[in-house]
């Protein structure tokens, strides 16, 4: 080869080097953190987290609890992998959307509030809008409410009271303080939740080449970014977790089965390390598929299977949609107060907005109307909450959890994905079940033999609960659990209780005496019997309710192997 060929070819290979460590150097430039760090380092993080929307804590430079959840919030949002540890990949991204700094600027002129190319919605302008504001940042304002479903009204740059009303609806959806004043975190999380795919038609439509119809309200699209779904894991398979885990754990061991179980197709939730009622669905899902226990709980059989490689069992292909799997994440929020059918307003917005992006069929009207009330009943039904259509404190927080089930053809059924057998309890009526129940009351009954739940409203307690199925379609499901007849043959049940918690019970579904409820196609009352003493059983009701007692016995001691005296 030519010396002065050989020369040249030299210099560019050390040009591409020279490159290639620049760029390294680039990516490499941020020292990598985590739980336990402390600093200038975790300071900056920590305001940047800050201006981006995903945290609000003090910047006191301590890598705490908070700082990682933050961490993981935005890792999720931007897709990124999902460990709560800011590394350079995350760092990269994070600064680069807060840098430079953010800071509270006069209006700026309609091309430069909307122009694309300065980064982020709002264009790095978050100067505070509220009631009274006019021009086009109020224009991309109520157009990023309406995309993620906050807002029906006219996109009129005009700040009134409809505009007001929808800045705090999505305040309580994303945990923020409900004022109304669309501020500098206000709209930062509205640019988490939207992304960057609709800035140019945002912009487009604020200077006034497009109609409003060019961006259509979104409803799959979540407002909070904690709640963004992850891409599908690829790749090799997770480290395996070292002990066993069950509903309510946390920790990487949950990453680490959400993720091999997503790999699989048994999930479609967050990576968020937290054992949820979708977590235990895939899992129950999965060791169904692999012939295992079906509890819900992941132990070393199931990891023997589930981390085995390409022997795992897939997916088991039926008609019906795995109940796993939702139409869309749910919108995440604060509970607040009990809403009903007549009630209006933000709050009812909200809690429809929610309900439509998990998949039912509602329309966000801030009216609870029929359809509302028939969106809730099924979302109680779906998610093993007591139906009765009323939007209490444990329906909004299962709602606004961000793991809530969303609508399939087993709840259309009166079939539910009942609680793991773990979560069962074995209360005791007098001392733990009666003292906590007062009549008119609701408890859900699961019967685990069959799927079906039904609603029952409380009557009368004494040494057992008189109870009657609280509708028609309570009742027809709970005929059909009792293999379509009225019969005294009690079957053992879980139930769960106002306060949430499950138990055993026993029940039959023969009506007899009054009853107190209208239209609900049961002439009557029945017993549902809790856990008593036997000698106690044996004095006071040594027929039907020994048999009971029995029932529950014999039913517990197949669960867990315990025998009760």
């Not at 006219?154 to 004022?179: I, N, P």
């Not at 007591?386 to 087993?410: E, F, K, N």
């Not at 079939?415 to 773990?422: M, N, Q, R, Y």
């Not at 043959?489 to 306060?499: E, F, G, M, N, T």
Request: proline content about 5%; overall charge positive.
């Amino acid at each position: 080869m030519d010396v002065s060929i050989r020369r040249t070819v030299c210099l560019l290979l050390a040009a591409l080097l020279l490159a290639l460590f620049c760029a390294a150097a680039a990516a490499e430039s941020y020292t990598t953190l985590r739980s336990g760090s402390t600093g200038t380092a975790v300071v900056s993080l920590q305001q940047a987290l800050k201006t981006a929307g995903f945290y609000t804590g003090s910047a006191d430079g301590k890598y705490g609890p908070n700082t990682e959840a933050a961490v993981r919030r935005f890792q999720t949002a931007y897709r990124l992998s999902v460990d709560g540890v800011a590394g350079p990949a995350t760092q990269n991204k994070l600064y680069s959307l807060v840098t430079p700094a953010v800071t509270a600027a006069p209006a700026a002129t309609a091309a430069q509030s909307v122009s694309a190319s300065v980064g982020g919605w709002f264009s790095g302008n978050y100067a505070t809008l509220r009631n009274g504001s006019t021009g086009n940042r109020v224009k991309l304002l109520q157009i990023a409410l309406r995309t993620l479903g906050y807002y029906n009204g006219s996109v009129d740059g005009k700040y009134g009271a409809g505009t007001t009303a929808s800045v705090k609806a999505f305040q309580r959806g994303t945990g923020l303080t409900q004022d109304g004043a669309a501020g500098q975190l206000t709209l930062t999380r509205l640019e988490a939740g939207l992304g960057a795919d609709n800035t140019a038609a945002a912009a487009a439509l604020a200077l006034g080449s497009a109609s409003p119809a060019v961006v259509q309200p979104v409803p799959t699209v979540t407002a909070a970014p904690a709640v963004t779904p992850a891409p599908a894991v690829t790749g090799s398979i997770p480290a395996r977790p070292t002990g066993t885990l069950r509903p309510g754990d946390r920790g990487s061991g949950v990453i680490s089965l959400q993720t091999r179980l997503k790999q699989l197709g048994y999930y479609n939730g967050a990576l968020d390390g937290i054992y949820g009622s979708g977590t235990t669905a895939a899992v129950t899902a999965f060791q169904r598929a692999s012939r295992l226990t079906a509890d819900g709980v992941a132990g070393s059989r199931t990891y023997a299977v589930l981390y085995a490689g390409s022997t795992a069992a897939a997916p088991v292909q039926t008609a019906a949609p795995a109940p796993v799997i939702t139409p869309a994440p749910a919108v995440t929020g604060a509970v607040g107060p009990t809403l009903r059918s007549g009630s209006s307003g933000a709050a009812v917005s909200l809690l429809q907005t929610a309900l439509r992006n998990l998949g039912y069929t509602v329309s966000a009207t801030g009216t609870y109307d029929e359809q509302t009330l028939a969106a809730v009943r099924k979302f109680q039904s779906s998610n093993a909450l007591a139906v009765d259509g009323v939007a209490g404190s444990q329906t909004q927080t299962v709602l606004y959890s961000g793991r809530a089930q969303g609508p399939s053809q087993i709840a259309d059924t009166g079939k539910i994905a009942g609680p793991a057998v773990s979560q069962v309890q074995l209360l005791h009526w007098f001392n733990q079940v009666k003292p906590s129940l007062r009549s008119g009351q609701t408890i859900l009954v699961y019967d685990p033999d069959t799927g079906y739940a039904w609603t029952l409203r409380l009557l009368s307690l004494g040494r057992h609960a008189d109870a009657e199925p609280l509708t028609a379609e309570d009742t027809a499901t709970m005929l059909k659990a009792f293999g379509g007849k009225n019969t005294w043959d009690q079957k053992a049940v879980y139930v769960r209780l106002p306060s949430g918690a499950w138990t055993l019970a026993s029940t039959h579904d023969m009506p007899h005496l009054s009853g107190a409820v209208k239209d609900n196609n049961f002439n009557g009352h029945l017993c549902v019997h809790f856990l008593r003493d036997m000698d106690e059983c044996m004095k006071n009701d040594p027929n039907y309710g020994v048999s009971n007692q029995k029932t529950i016995r014999t039913r517990w001691l197949a669960m867990t192997g315990q025998k009760v005296d």
